[in-house]
Each structure stands twice: as structure tokens, then as C-alpha cells.
């Protein structure tokens, strides 16, 4: 069996330098396959006598084992090598910097109306809402602003095409004819906000057609100028979160309050920069007043039996001046840098308790 021995040693060497998977599946094929040297070799047993069969059968069966055993070993050197050259290749560098988030933001108006529902609902107050397209009777006459009325003018107003009528309905110039509505449906004490879109035919830095206000009122036994001043003082020094901000009434005039008062908070003013606070500047941020008893009596209510309070102001511009916002018409741009510099991240509840501290209406 000498031939044996070169052939099983011949293919020990091939299996030792075999330097791939492949090379080596190539190598067992030819020598341990169907039709492979050692099979063959095999095969031929079966023409000897039966003593030497069995010397030559050991002899196979020893170099078969061997050849196999070889195999296996190379094998697994093999796979480990390809392992670490696929663990090297697809290595994760953990210290690279992430990819940039794209997250979403909220918008700055849609967060100042989620703070003033937040600081108005501490109060007890609930949010109420009306169209968009309102008639003129609500937009203006049950707001004590009858047809030849000079406010109208003031209010730049979109009108829609007249109905078969003759009517005229408009696009609501500002969040008052909710008062009416919610008067009409539902008996005191009362206790809304009204958040919501308004327009007026007007555009520059600090006006847009469009744009939000929010509307207050409060109809109760004995409501007095007291309960509005509590209650807006309240909000200004939460919702700007300085605890010590001096509010001030000033005398105006709404008709469809009486009094009236423009409510302004102190601020100062250095090289351009607009600081809230404490110091000899003021900025007026809402309209309020004493419900006209005249709006009552349009309502169905009897004045000496209900009093009220309502406020208006403008989002827009106490978004401007929390956030520091300086161009009112990049709120529509919907630019995404400006979201980014801007926008809120979701889930990131408001903090509305800055000023509540000091004791409700
Ligand atoms: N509706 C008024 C405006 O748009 C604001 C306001 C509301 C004033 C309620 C007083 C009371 O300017």
C-alpha cells in the first residue's frame, strides 16, 4: 500500500495549504467524494481475497479518518478567518456622530395657545369655539356696533359675496361674536376662552390677513372690575413666567365694553433689546372691559341681575414678544429652519405655573 501512502499524504499537503472554503470542499470532493480517490480505492476492495481485504480496508479506513479528521480541522481555521475578515469589514464605529434627527416641531402659535388654554383651564375657564364665516350681526351689531357705526371701518373687513338676501357675511374680524353665541346658548355663570383664526384686510411686519386671537369671558352674580383685574394680572405674570411683572389698566374704549381697558405690562428697552419685567417702558398686549350691559340686553340677559368681564388678544403677538419673534409674517412661511429655530419639541408640556402662585380671582 505504498501508493496509499503518497496519495494520502499528497492530499494532507493539498488540504494544508488550501486557503479557502472553496479550495478545501474541492480537495474533500476529490479525494472523500462519490467518485473520489479514496472512494474509488474503496471500491476495489471488493475484488480481494478476504485477508487481504481486511489488512487493506484497515489501512483506507485509517487514511479515509485521517483525511477526514484534516478536513474538519482546516475547515474550522477557514470559517474562522472568514468570520474575522467579515467582523473587520462590517466593524460599527460607535463613536461615529449620528445622523442628523429630523423630528418634528410644534409650531410657536400652536404652543402659545396650548400654554393660554393651560393657564385660562387653572382658572376654571373652558374653551369655546365659532366659525370662521360669521354674519354681521355677530361679527358686529349684537357687539353694540351697529351698520353706520365708525368701528367698522377700523376693522379692514373681508366681506363674502351677498346671499340671495342681500345679506353679507364676513370672515370674522376678531374672536367677540363667540361671546354672543355662547350667551345665547348657555345660561351664567359662564366661563370661556376662545381660541381661534380671525382676519382683517391688513398686512406689514406686525399684521397679517390672518391671524389668531383669543377671546375671555366671565358672566356671573356680581362680576366687578376687581374679578378682571385678578384674573388678567394672573395670566400676564404666568404666561410671561415673571412672578413681579406690573400690569397696568389704561382707559379705552370697546363698544361692546364699558369701561373699557388696554392692559399693558412693563418692560425695557436696551441697544434694541426688548426685556419683560420690571422697568420704564410698557407694552400693551390685550383689550378688556366691563360687558356693555347694552350686549347683555342683545343676549337675552337682564343687567341688573349679570355682570361680566371679557379680554381679547392677539397670539401672534404674544408669541412675538415671549419668544422674541421679530417679523409677525415668518409664522406662515413654513420654512423648516425656522420650525427648527423656533418650533417647540411635542410632548414637552407647557410650565404654566410661573405666576398662578400668588392666588387665583
Ligand atoms: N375684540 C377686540 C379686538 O379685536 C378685543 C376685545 C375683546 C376688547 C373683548 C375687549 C373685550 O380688538
Known sequence: MESLDAVSSEIIDAIDIADSLDALEAIRIDALGKKGRISLMMRELGGMNAEDRRAAGQTLNRVKDDIATAIDAKQKILAAVVLNERLEAERLDVSLPSRPHTDA???????????????????????????????????????????????????????????????????????????IRTMESQDPPIRI????????????ATHSPMFH????????DGIHMGHLKGCLIDFCR????????????????????????????????????????????????????????????????????????????????????????????????????????????????PSIHAGLSGGGI
Not at 138 to 151: M, V
Not at 193 to 204: A, C, E, L, Q
Not at 289 to 305: H, I, Q, T
Not at 318 to 342: E, N, Q, V
Request: net charge negative; glycine share 10%; charged share 25%.
Open 105 to 179: 416641531r410644534l409650531h410657536p402659535l400652536s404652543r402659545t395657545i396650548e400654554e393660554v388654554i393651560a393657564i385660562f383651564a387653572e382658572m376654571g375657564f373652558q374653551v369655546a369655539e365659532g366659525p370662521d364665516i360669521e354674519s354681521d350681526y355677530y361679527n358686529f351689531t349684537a357687539l353694540n356696533i351697529p351698520p353706520e357705526h365708525p368701528a367698522r371701518q377700523e376693522h379692514d373687513t373681508f366681506y363674502l359675496p351677498a346671499d340671495a338676501e342681500g345679506g353679507r357675511k364676513v370672515l370674522r374680524t376678531h374672536t367677540s361674536p363667540v361671546q
Open 238 to 349: 404666568a404666561f410671561f413666567g415673571v412672578d413681579d411683572l406690573p400690569v397696568r389698566f389704561r382707559p379705552s374704549y370697546f363698544p361692546f365694553t364699558e369701561p373699557s381697558a388696554e392692559v399693558d405690562i412693563g418692560c425695557t428697552r436696551q441697544n434694541g433689546a426688548l426685556k419683560i419685567g420690571a422697568g420704564d417702558d410698557w407694552l400693551e398686549i390685550l383689550g378688556s372691559g366691563m360687558v356693555n350691559p347694552r350686549v347683555l340686553e342683545n343676549c337675552g340677559y337682564d343687567p341688573e341681575k349679570y355682570q361680566g368681564f371679557a379680554f381679547g388678544m392677539g397670539i401672534e403677538r404674544i408669541a412675538m414678544l415671549k419668544y422674541g419673534i421679530p417679523d409677525l409674517r415668518t409664522f406662515y412661511d413654513s420654512d423648516l429652519r425656522w420650525m427648527r429655530h423656533y418650533g417647540f419639541l411635542p410632548f414637552d408640556a
Open 213 to 220: 386671537q383669543c377671546e375671555g369671558l366671565v358672566i356671573g
Open 193 to 204: 376662552i376662545v381660541p381661534g383664526r380671525t382676519y382683517r384686510s391688513d398686512h406689514d
